[in-house]
Nanobody
Framework: QVQLVESGGGLVQAGGSLRLSCEAS????????MGWYRQVPGKQRELVAS???????NYEDSVKGRFTISRDNAKNTVYLQMNSLKPEDTAVYYC?????????????WGKGTLVTVSS
């Protein structure tokens, strides 16, 4: 059971920056992929950014060029650097990690951290 603890959320003005951190309870070498999702009330949780065990990153279109996902294997931590924040980025951000693929995939989630961007 991988435990994930997020930190770094808060209130920021539009155009500002925040960095989210997600620390895993065990080595992320054993995890196939990690990512950040976000959710607003009444909407489905959406994938914002992901990074594979090989360091390949992918981004949702609306955050490309503004957000950067990275990982520090030595610290078992994944980061999400968020720049040029917009009010529509306001959401609860969840860290995700998974092992396995397809029917064998098992997901782990953090409890979430709230990001609020004021206009």
């Amino acid at each position: 059971q991988v435990q994930l603890v997020e930190s770094g959320g808060g209130l920021v003005q539009a155009g500002g920056s925040l960095r989210l951190s997600c620390e895993a309870s065990e080595s992320i070498f054993s995890i196939n992929g990690m990512g950040w999702y976000r959710q607003v009330p009444g909407k489905q949780r959406e994938l914002v950014a992901s990074i594979t065990s090989f360091g390949i990153a992918n981004y949702e279109d609306s955050v490309k060029g503004r957000f950067t996902i990275s990982r520090d294997n030595a610290k078992n931590t994944v980061y999400l650097q968020m720049n040029s924040l917009k009010p529509e980025d306001t959401a609860v951000y969840y860290c995700n990690a998974f092992r396995g693929y397809s029917s064998l995939r098992r997901d782990y989630w953090g409890k979430g951290t709230l990001v609020t961007v004021s206009s």
